[in-house]
Nanobody, 114 residues
Framework: VQLVESGGGLVQPGGSLRLSCAAS????????MSWHRQAAGKGRELVAI????????NYADSVKGRFTISRDNAKNTVYLQMSSLKPEDTAVYYC????????WGQGTQVTVSS
């Protein structure tokens, strides 16, 4: 099982980014997939989650209305579309799969700064 995140970078406040989490060794539609983030000096927090099967989603209050989690079963990839980014969104973003065994990606840095 492997998860590889990509799409991070430097963006100005108010901008957008799309993170990708490419999975191998299992199918994303069969797992509970989620995005988490960890800012410098803080603990890791759940950002968004998409359930197995029909893909019900849920979000942290801090990102509701700005972030969207989705998946492409054909590409076996989960995405996190981030809009209206704020400096407080700056963090390393991690993809997680719960099958129920837990797997993490290596993380991708998102920096929101002018």
């Amino acid at each position: 099982v492997q998860l590889v995140e990509s799409g991070g970078g430097l963006v100005q406040p108010g901008g957008s980014l799309r993170l990708s989490c490419a999975a191998s060794g299992f199918t994303v539609s069969s797992a509970l997939m989620s995005w988490h983030r960890q800012a410098a000096g803080k603990g890791r927090e759940l950002v968004a989650i998409i359930a197995r099967g029909i893909g019900i989603t849920n979000y942290a209050d801090s990102v509701k209305g700005r972030f969207t989690i989705s998946r492409d079963n054909a590409k076996n990839t989960v995405y996190l579309q981030m809009s209206s980014l704020k400096p407080e969104d700056t963090a390393v973003y991690y993809c997680k799969a719960s099958k129920p065994d837990t797997y993490w990606g290596q993380g991708t840095q998102v920096t929101v700064s002018s």
